[in-house]
């Protein structure tokens, strides 16, 4: 049986790879989780984001314990967006995002900060949602909350549809459409008009609480179509060299979840595009995020 680990009571916890949890509060079965399949994310980025707002983003460690939290707020990327870094076509760091959705997308941006995406679209169509926060302390921002549970590089391209992954996400409460609020993105200056930022009304945890910066917009004023490409018939296969399944370091199985759902058939464990797409170009660095907006309110 595996259990989680709730932060809600804890000023400020900061966790890596090779640390052990010092403190141990709010044991919880994660037995009656359900996990998101990978027909969630094969959907227009915006569509995904939205109902992403209220789900429970799970973080294994090497003994096998999960951290849980819900996440409360998040930014939509899609391919004609100037500030997606898939905007100037495939490259070495988004290869992730031009492959199978329902994938980790994690990259390093101001020599200091992580920032996990969830892809979303069908393979071959790159997009994105960034996850800008989770209700715990210490977890409002996209890099405090890859420091606070030791989310890095090595975790790029997992399976968030795999029950084995240090990453995985799976369904919370339903959040209704008018306690989700909508504002323009943070920290970009390309397409800084598009109101992509989602996030819970009023929620403590919410990384740009105490900024000016975002424009907060009618929640029926999102002017983008959800979907700007057909969906692809190439399903679970990836390139080349793909490894097959990405296994939890130290996990162990005694400890692996029960929580209810399955990987997709033929989904590998990392992603990676099929055959057939082309470099077009560098991406823009970071997405447009300041420093202080990767990072802290």
């Known amino acids: 049986m595996a259990y989680t680990i709730s932060y809600r009571d804890i000023a400020d916890a900061h966790l890596n790879h090779s640390c052990s949890i010092s403190i141990l509060l709010e044991l919880a079965p994660v037995d009656n989780f359900t996990l998101f399949d990978r027909a969630f994310y094969k959907r227009p980025t915006l569509t995904v984001a939205k109902e992403l ?26 391919e004609d967006d100037p500030a997606c870094h898939a905007f100037r076509g495939l490259t070495e760091r988004t290869r992730v995002m031009f492959g199978h959705p329902g994938h980790a997308y994690v990259y390093f941006i101001y020599g ?27 977890g409002d921002g996209p890099g405090k909350l890859c420091r606070l549970w030791g989310i890095d590089k090595s975790q790029n ?5 795999d029950l084995q992954s240090e990453l995985f996400i799976c369904k919370g409460d339903k959040v209704s459409k008018s306690d989700i609020e909508v504002s323009t993105r943070i920290g970009i200056k390309l397409a ?30 999102v002017p983008h179509k959800e979907s700007s490409a057909k969906e692809s018939s190439a399903q679970g296969s ?5 490894p097959s399944k990405r296994s939890v370091s130290g996990g162990s ?9 399955s990987p997709s058939e033929g989904s590998p464990g990392k ?16 997405a447009g995020l300041k420093k202080s907006d990767a990072g802290d309110k």
């Open 157 to 161: 391209g997992l399976n968030l549809c």
């Open 112 to 138: 200091m900060y992580f920032c996990l995406n969830v892809v979303t679209e069908p393979e071959h169509t790159p997009g994105a949602v960034l996850i800008r926060a989770i209700g715990t302390p210490g």
């Open 53 to 78: 707002l209220g789900a429970i983003l799970c973080r294994r460690l090497q003994d096998g314990t999960v951290l849980t939290a819900p996440i409360v707020e998040v930014e939509a990327y899609t």
């Open 192 to 221: 800084a008009e598009r109101p992509w930022r989602f996030y819970l009304k009023g929620h403590p945890h919410v990384s740009g609480a105490k900024r000016s910066s975002a424009k907060v917009v009618s929640a029926k004023a």
């Open 238 to 242: 990836t390139s080349k060299g793909s």
């Open 271 to 286: 992603r990676s595009p099929s055959k057939g797409s082309s470099n077009k170009g560098s991406a823009p660095a970071g």
């Open 253 to 261: 199985p005694s400890k692996r979840s029960t929580i209810k759902g």
